[in-house]
């Protein structure tokens, strides 16, 4: 037998340990204390959490709602007091903190709760605290007592002041509420600022005898001593609305408009007796206190607070929910444009906001005007964040083709980099507008420097002449494109006022692609055409099919141009006829030297350089596009690594030039390496 004794006693305490423990979990003393939380018989619900010894009710976003319970429910008819009816004395005490945005505004205060439920699932936020919400704000049903600690002034429930304490019973419009703060010994009323971001203290004790409810408020430093007198002392029979055996304890507190944080850094609680005084040396006030460091001080001038609260934040309010549902409208029209355009997101250039071109370039003001064509305007702008300077210019509706096609080609065109290309750096498409932008190019275009006389001094040499023309020039830039590129890009438009020229005059050839758009523009296409007749080649103009012979042929044209500064169309001011500048160029070899037809402003050049770039630009616009080199010969012809042939004279042209009318067969001029591809065919 004295061998089984161990055995019984063992098996005894098993049994009985665990009963033990859970005795002293389930509080059946009506008392319980927390000198910081540690998350233990504690429930948090919705944005609640405990962190750092801390119980955090919101976390600092709007609209949001935070509960927390003392995890056991209470005993309020206590067999204490046998066969009555009326609940239990209670007194509870807790240290509070409210961290918001604003010296002057904050989110929706907190309160302690006293509810016949934890769940608190239908409550609403702002200023329902998230205890109630509309249609049962008042109901008797509610079972619920709270003592708010108020930070806005809610008009709806008659609150007296945006930094109140009130006693709630099933309704949030309080029965008694007073302005915070805490009277001293002598009778002196100190008002206390519930959102300072100091922790303070709060006491609410309730006696069942007198059926009295009193709250009291205290700066945390004070509170060992609680002030004699209550801030609010109410005749209450809280029997009417506690009287069932299960009453939750807790807190809860609500955010608004305003992002701001709500804390409880310890709680005491007793039922029919006085709450145990906390450890105030446990709290987490160093915590508190950190984070109330962080917020950074701004200025919210107190005489406007009111008005923001009643005024403005409705306005806000509405002005939000507006654009909210502008924006959504917005927003599915242009997933609609965009998903359409899926690919193009992928590998396309940058777009840009029309709001960042409008700041770039003041509104498009004439003063950042660079130039009209027949295509739009060139506006000089400085990008908003990266404060690149660019030109960006503005096609007009008429000369715009369809979408689809136009971002094929930005596509195509944001991939093009070359030295001698000007730089497509992104692009906007707004309303009926189409926005590039560009590289700006400081030193403007080759045509102002050939005929505008202001130029004077700035009169380029021929040197100069001779690079922006060859290897690092619009000749290799057109290299690049015709067979340089994966892919046949026909620029369309090559004259001197698409050659840029940037800080160091380089030239760069601008533009390229986009004179299809004006193939669609009636009045664009005039224009255009008007302007640039001389660079057309015949077989353009009669077949209207731009290849990589017409762009070759208007290349031509430009070398002459920019050796004898003549535009390709003039006018002789004796007889007052046009005349084409081949023609003079061609009368000038004619009748023994080519090189009559320079520019007399230039003094000195190479007559070599000369005669071949003369020669050269007759051959490249040579009326019959099968006698036209490729770009690879005419780099070729350039570095002088391969003469001219020998049997290109000026006979031969004018043989041909009197026949171009007869062309029919227009076929493509031939460079064994790529076929002519239209940039609007794509790949
Ligand atoms: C409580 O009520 C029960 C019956 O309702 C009664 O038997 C009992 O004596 C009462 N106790 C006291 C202390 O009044
Ligand atoms: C409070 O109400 C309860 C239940 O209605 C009642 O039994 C009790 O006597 C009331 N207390 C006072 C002090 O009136
Ligand atoms: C109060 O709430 C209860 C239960 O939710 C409901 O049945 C009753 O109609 C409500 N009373 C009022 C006046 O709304
Ligand atoms: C409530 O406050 C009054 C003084 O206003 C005091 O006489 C009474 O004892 C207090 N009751 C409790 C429960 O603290
Ligand atoms: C109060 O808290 C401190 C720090 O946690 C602890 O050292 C001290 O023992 C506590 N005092 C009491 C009376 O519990
Ligand atoms: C070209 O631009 C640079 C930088 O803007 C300037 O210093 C230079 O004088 C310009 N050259 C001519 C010929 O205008
Ligand atoms: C201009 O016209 C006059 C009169 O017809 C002619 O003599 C002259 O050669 C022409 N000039 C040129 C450059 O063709």
Same mark, same amino acid.
């Given at each position: 037998m004295n061998m089984h004794q161990p055995c019984f006693l063992q098996y005894l305490l098993l049994i009985l340990v665990p009963l033990l423990l859970s005795a002293s979990a389930y509080d059946r003393s009506g008392e319980f204390i927390f000198d910081?939380?540690?998350?233990? @018989?504690l429930i948090t619900m919705d944005a609640a959490s405990v962190t750092n010894g801390l119980l955090s009710l919101?976390?600092?976003?709007?609209?949001l709602r935070g509960h927390a319970f003392y995890a056991f429910p209470l005993?309020?008819?206590?067999?204490?007091?046998?066969? %009555?009816s009326a609940v239990l004395s209670f007194s509870t005490t807790f240290v509070f903190a409210i961290i918001g945005p604003y010296d002057d505004l904050s989110g929706h205060g907190l309160a302690f709760v006293l509810s016949?439920?934890? #769940?608190?699932?239908?409550a609403l936020p702002s200023q329902y605290l998230g205890l109630l919400n509309s249609w049962n704000d008042?109901?008797?049903? +509610?079972h619920l007592l709270a003592i708010e600690l108020d930070t806005i002034q809610s008009t709806q429930f008659n609150d007296?002041?945006? +930094?109140h304490i009130g006693i709630d019973i099933n309704s949030l419009s309080s029965v008694a509420s007073h302005t915070a703060g805490y009277y001293t010994s002598n009778g002196e009323f100190h008002p206390l600022k519930l959102i300072s971001r100091k922790p303070m203290q709060v006491w609410v004790d309730y006696d069942s005898n007198h059926i009295m409810l009193n709250v009291t408020i205290a700066p945390y430093f004070m509170s060992s001593t609680k002030p004699s007198r209550p801030l609010l002392s109410t005749i209450f029979n809280l029997s009417s609305i506690l009287p069932t055996a299960t009453v939750y304890a807790g807190f809860s507190s609500a955010t608004g408009t305003l992002n701001c944080k709500h804390y409880v850094l310890g709680w005491s609680f007793k039922l029919n007796g006085e709450a145990a005084s906390l450890?105030? %040396?446990?709290?987490?006030v160093k915590t508190i206190q950190e984070l109330a460091q962080q917020v950074p001080t701004s200025d919210h001038p107190g005489s406007y607070k009111v008005l923001i609260c009643k005024i403005l934040l409705p306005i806000v309010a509405i002005f939000v929910l507006v654009s909210a549902v502008l924006v959504k409208v917005h927003m599915k029209r242009r997933s609609q444009e965009r998903a359409e355009l899926d690919w193009q997101r992928e590998y396309g250039p940058p777009s840009f906001t029309y709001k960042e071109l409008l700041a770039a370039t003041h509104g498009f003001k004439d003063k950042m005007l660079l130039g009209r064509g027949g295509f739009g305007s060139v506006y000089k702008g400085v990008m908003p964040i990266s404060k690149q300077i660019a030109a960006i210019k503005r096609v007009s509706p008429e000369s715009r083709q369809g979408m689809r096609e136009f971002m094929a080609e930005i596509t195509i065109l944001g991939h093009l980099r070359h030295r001698n290309l000007v730089q497509l750096i992104g692009y906007c498409s707004h309303k009926q507008h189409l926005l590039l932008v560009y590289d700006y190019m400081?030193?403007?275009?080759?045509d102002c420097y050939l &005929?505008?006389?202001? $130029?004077g001094n700035t009169n380029l040499c021929w040197a100069q002449r001779f690079h922006i023309i060859k290897g690092i020039g619009i000749a290799s830039g057109l290299f690049y494109l015709h067979e340089d590129w994966e892919q046949v890009v026909i620029h369309r438009d090559i004259k001197t006022s698409n050659v840029l020229l940037d800080s160091e005059m380089n030239a760069r050839l601008g #533009?390229?692609?986009?004179? =299809?758009?004006?193939?669609?523009?009636a009045d664009a296409h005039t224009t255009h055409v008007a302007g640039?007749?001389?660079?057309?080649a015949p077989e353009l103009a009669r077949l209207g099919k731009a290849t990589k012979a017409t762009d070759i042929f208007a290349f031509g044209v430009l070398m002459m141009e920019v050796t004898c500064?003549? =535009?390709?169309i003039w006018v002789?001011?004796? @007889?007052?006829e046009p005349l084409a500048l081949a023609d003079w160029v061609l009368a000038a070899w004619q009748g023994g %030297?080519?090189?009559?037809?320079? @520019?007399?402003?230039?003094?000195?050049?190479?007559d070599e350089e000369i005669e071949l770039v003369l020669k050269l630009g007759l051959l490249c616009s &040579?009326? %019959?596009?099968?006698a036209r080199p490729c770009m690879r010969l005419v780099m070729q012809y350039l570095q002088s690594d391969t003469p001219l042939p020998?049997?290109?004279?000026p006979n031969s042209l004018l043989s041909i030039g009197v026949i171009? @009318?007869?062309? $029919?067969?227009?076929r493509a001029m031939s460079c064994p390496s790529a076929a002519i591809t239209d940039l609007s065919k794509g790949r």
């Open positions: 910081g939380f540690s998350g233990n @018989d919101t976390s600092g976003q709007k609209e005993d309020f008819t206590s067999a204490a007091v046998p066969n %009555s016949s439920t934890n #769940d608190l699932f239908t008042g109901n008797s049903s +509610n007296i002041n945006d +930094n450890n105030y %040396s446990a709290l987490s400081p030193n403007g275009s080759l &005929h505008t006389q202001d $130029h #533009d390229f692609g986009l004179a =299809r758009s004006h193939d669609h523009g640039t007749y001389g660079y057309i500064a003549i =535009r390709p002789n001011t004796t @007889d007052g %030297s080519i090189t009559d037809a320079v @520019d007399p402003r230039l003094d000195s050049y190479v &040579h009326p %019959s596009p099968n020998s049997d290109f004279q171009q @009318d007869e062309m $029919h067969d227009q």
